[in-house]
């Protein structure tokens, strides 16, 4: 069973930064798309920022520029560093994992963690 593990959510001010860190027990990222979903209360669920098995990247217009995805193989973590943070960027965060390439779609991905609550105050 692939375990997955959020950390990092918090409040902040607008324009401030967090960090968001997830550890997958899986024996390797190789073919593998990783990748950060949210869901706002009351809104659909999006993707915010995946990558394609440790190169390709892939951001929702509304984060390109302020959001990186990277990943550290050797920690088995996936990380999300958030900048210049907009209350519309308020909501739980959801790292995710599928054997295979990246989707938009969130219903094809296999692997959930629990989430982690980010709120941005203006």
């Known amino acids: 069973q692939v375990q997955v593990a959020e950390s990092g959510g918090g409040s902040v001010q607008a324009g401030g930064s967090l960090r968001l860190s997830c550890v997958v027990s899986?024996?390797?990222?190789?073919?593998?798309?990783l990748g950060w979903f949210r869901q706002a209360p009351g809104k659909e669920r999006e993707g915010v920022a995946r990558i394609d098995n440790g190169d390709r990247t892939y951001y929702a217009d509304s984060v390109k520029g302020r959001f990186t995805i990277s990943q550290d193989n050797a920690k088995n973590t996936l990380y999300l560093q958030m900048n210049s943070l907009k209350p519309e960027d308020t909501a739980m965060y959801y790292c995710v994992a599928r054997l295979g390439y990246c989707s938009a779609n969130y219903r094809v991905y296999n692997y959930w963690g629990q989430g982690t609550q980010v709120t941005v105050s203006s």
């Open positions: 899986l024996y390797t990222f190789s073919s593998y798309c």
